[in-house]
């Protein structure tokens, strides 16, 4: 069973970055969509970005122009470039990996969570 470790998260100012980072213990190869989630107290947990296998992306309105999600097979990770942050993009982000192709049934993957603070 493949695991994630998270990485990257922390306190930063308004208008600084962060990368993100969420490395397997194993291949990703197997993997259809991967993607980034965050969940702010008091609220539901959203999609952020998402890649496919194709190398494709999708991003949430509220991110376009500042949020980069990325991966690198060969070292089995994926990460989040996050520009520009705003103090309403505190919350914990999490890594999910799925994979739908290829089995009998869908499965998915979750990482444990990393914190980001954006304050002054």
């Known amino acids: 069973q493949v695991q994630l470790v998270e990485s990257g998260g922390g306190l930063v100012q308004p208008g600084g970055s962060l990368r993100l980072s969420c490395a397997a213990s194993g291949t990703i190869l197997y993997f259809d ?3 980034w ?7 539901e ?12 992306t999708d991003y949430a ?6 949020f980069t999600i990325s991966k ?18 505190t919350a914990v ?7 739908y192709r290829g089995v009998i049934s869908p499965h998915e993957l979750w990482g444990q969570g990393t914190q980001v603070t954006v304050s002054s």
């Open 45 to 56: 947990r959203e999609m952020v970005a998402l890649i496919g296998s194709s190398g494709s």
């Open 33 to 35: 969509t991967m993607g």
């Open 37 to 43: 989630y965050r969940q702010a107290p008091g609220k």
């Open 93 to 99: 982000y999490y890594c999910r990996l799925t994979r």
């Open 72 to 89: 690198d097979n060969a070292k089995n990770t994926m990460y989040l470039q996050m520009n520009s942050l705003k103090p309403e993009d």
């Open 61 to 66: 309105d509220s991110v376009k122009g500042r």
